[in-house]
Nanobody, 126 residues
């Protein structure tokens, strides 16, 4: 069983930056594909980014490409989401997730991920 705890959310102005962290505990933490999802009010949870077990491969939804960077530190058992050039439409609760799969078999569907954090709110003001 893997426990995930996000931190780093808050209020930021449009054009600003924020870094989210996800600390993992339990299980064989470095053996999971890790990802970030987000959910805005009234909308479904959507995929944002994923990173392979080694950290050598990443995947992003088109709307954040070039602005967000996912990374992981397997020694610290932590996954990060660096968010730059934030837009009002990035406002959402951001969730960290882990999947017992290979990176090539990863899914962008939230239902295919095995473990979730409690979420952290990111609000971007205009």
């Amino acid at each position: 069983q893997v426990q995930l705890v996000e931190s780093g959310g808050g209020l930021v102005q449009a054009g600003g930056s924020r870094r989210l962290s996800c600390a993992a505990s339990g299980g064989t933490r470095s053996s999971y594909v890790m990802g970030w999802f987000r959910q805005a009010p009234g909308k479904e949870r959507e995929f944002v980014a994923a990173i392979s077990r080694s950290g050598s491969s990443t995947d992003y939804v088109d709307s954040v490409k070039g602005r967000f960077t996912i990374s992981r530190d397997n020694a610290k058992i932590t996954v990060y989401l660096q968010m730059n050039s934030l837009k009002v439409e990035d406002t959402a609760v951001y969730y960290c997730a882990a999947a017992r799969t290979t990176f090539s078999s990863r899914s962008r569907s939230s239902g295919e991920w095995d473990y979730w954090g409690q979420g952290t709110q990111v609000t971007v003001s205009s």
